[in-house]
């Protein structure tokens, strides 16, 4: 336990710890209540948002992949030879 | 246990000896009460991050100090020696006991770490790592601060006596 020594002038009011406990577990319990609020709306948020985002961007994704498959053929052709390049692709599929 | 219950438990066992810690550096009843609950609701907001529960005695007792030191830069030291003179005034102190004034008056005369270091090792009883981690400086020059701070309050009680 707390081992301290009191000064003899100093005195407080009747009942005053216990009111101190009463006030600062209030205060908390308040604190508390805000953070759960506050916890509740960002959840509501974060899994509005999700979806949101994903089909918002799903489509800027998905022309996205589009352009770049695009150019990596471009300049795969460019590399090889493009009789070359239908060549493999056309073995590529008969297997 | 939830945090709330922490908490509760933090200030069923500190407030006490954390109100006479703040009580002893500002004077004022009105004011340590206020610094008390201040430090109190500070304590359960960050009250998550503790991991090590054995420091929690010097935790709270440094958001106190923390709180105080803010108290005194605000307040430019109301509660210096000048302002204990007319001490009589206050509430909830008692003017009767001469000694218990003087050495009131003589700690008062010591700079403010001083006056923690001294309070925290006399009063609170708390051993010098504990100070340390409360005031972030090293036992060894904690320990002369003590010895310094003890010094100036024998010299202040002995001047009073002639």
């Known amino acids: 336990m707390n081992n301290y020594k009191k000064s003899a002038m100093y005195s407080v009011p009747d009942g005053f710890f216990a009111q101190v406990r009463e006030q600062a577990g209030r205060k908390a319990a308040a604190v508390r209540t805000r953070r759960r609020i506050l916890a509740g709306a960002l959840s509501i948020c974060i899994f509005a948002a999700i979806p949101a985002i994903w089909y918002g961007t799903r489509p800027a994704l998905d022309t996205g992949l589009q352009q770049g498959s695009g150019e990596c053929i471009a300049e795969l052709s460019e590399l090889y030879d493009y009789d070359v390049f239908l060549q493999l692709n056309f073995e590529q599929d008969e297997e | ?162």
């Not at chain 2, 302002?83 to 008062?108: C, H, R």
């Not at chain 2, 006399?122 to 972030?136: K, Q």
């Open chain 2, 1 to 162: 246990m939830s945090l709330y219950g922490k908490y509760m438990e933090i200030v069923d066992r500190y407030s006490e000896p954390l109100y006479w810690y703040i009580r002893r550096m500002v004077v004022s009843h009105e004011d340590a009460q206020d610094i008390l609950q201040d430090t109190l609701l500070a304590a359960y907001r960050k009250l998550w991050q503790v991991r090590d529960e054995s420091k929690l005695k010097s935790w709270v007792y440094r958001i106190a100090t923390n709180r105080i030191n803010r108290y005194f830069r605000t307040k430019a030291r109301e509660s210096s020696v000048e302002g204990l003179e007319d001490f009589g005034g206050m509430t909830y102190v008692d003017t009767s006991d001469k000694a218990e004034i003087k050495l009131q008056k003589a700690i008062k005369t010591l700079t403010p770490f001083q006056q923690t270091v001294f309070n925290l090792r006399y009063y609170d009883e708390l051993g010098y790592d504990e100070i340390s981690a409360v005031t972030g400086s090293g036992t060894g020059s904690l320990k002369v601060v003590y010895h310094n701070a003890k010094e100036k309050i024998i010299k202040y009680l002995e001047d009073e006596q002639l």
